[in-house]
């Protein structure tokens, strides 16, 4: 029933997607998805370093809950990203060292997770990708409800089973399944200009003329009085 079911994941994107997105800057990604999705700007990298990707499977929770987080564990194959709507509650911390080593074992890709952590000492130590939106000592309940393999929504960015998840230090981002193909040719294009861009700063040829422009534009005069 709604609130209380564990579902299998129909499809998820392929490996060599998630290899070709993996260490792509997040920013340059979500520039070509027109700056309109993002994970919030709350759920920060909790660990040393490093990029995340992967497929996600995805949980809902009740918040200060995380009995079906340790289900999805059990469910989890190498490589997946573990993400988890637990309506952003940091109350109680839903993930800490004992479920990062487990995680770390079965070959996870990384968590995700709108909630808290707790052992961040620990996990700050470590590679393994892991975002929350904060931290608590006070533990979690296991009771339920929640969901597995289900659209969730993180501060309106919604993530299906299976879509790209991708994160750096900037944040994260839910590459949609259709997009993927797209986005990435999208995103290598938008790299390349940007690598002109840099370029042309170090020439001293930058073209600022579009700044006067749209000033004008917007009924602004450009030269100072």
């Known amino acids: 029933m709604p609130g209380l079911q ?8 392929p490996a060599h997607l998630v290899d070709a997105f993996r260490g792509l800057p997040v920013a340059n990604i979500s ?3 027109a700056r309109m999705t993002a994970g919030g700007p709350r759920l920060r990298p909790m660990h040393k370093g490093g990029p995340l990707a992967g497929p996600a499977l995805t949980v809902k ?3 200060g809950d995380n009995l079906m987080i340790h289900k999805a564990l059990t469910l989890a194959r190498p490589g997946d990203v573990i993400v988890v709507d637990a309506g952003g509650d940091l109350t109680n911390a839903l993930f800490g060292e004992i479920m990062v080593a487990t995680a770390v074992k079965i070959g996870v890709a990384g968590v995700v997770l709108n909630g808290a952590v707790r052992d961040s000492e620990e996990i700050g130590r470590g590679d393994f990708p ?3 939106a904060g931290v608590t000592h006070r533990g979690p309940y296991k009771d339920g409800p929640g969901e597995i393999n289900v659209p969730i929504a993180i501060d309106g960015m919604v993530i299906q ?3 790209l998840i991708v994160g750096d230090a900037d944040g994260l981002l839910c590459v949609p399944f259709d997009d993927a193909e797209q986005l990435l040719a999208a995103t290598h294009k938008k790299m390349e200009a940007e690598k002109k861009m840099l370029a042309d700063i170090a020439a001293g040829r930058l073209d600022t003329s579009w700044i006067d422009a749209t000033l ?3 009924g602004c005069d450009p ?3």
Not at 6 to 13: G, H
Request: proline share 12%; hydrophobic share 30%.
């Open 31 to 33: 520039d070509c998805m």
């Open 61 to 63: 929770c009740r918040p």
């Open 161 to 163: 089973p299976g879509d």
């Open 6 to 13: 564990i579902l299998q994941r129909r499809r998820q994107v």
């Open 216 to 218: 004008k534009r917007i």
């Open 223 to 225: 030269e100072p009085v």
């Open 130 to 132: 892991l975002y929350a």
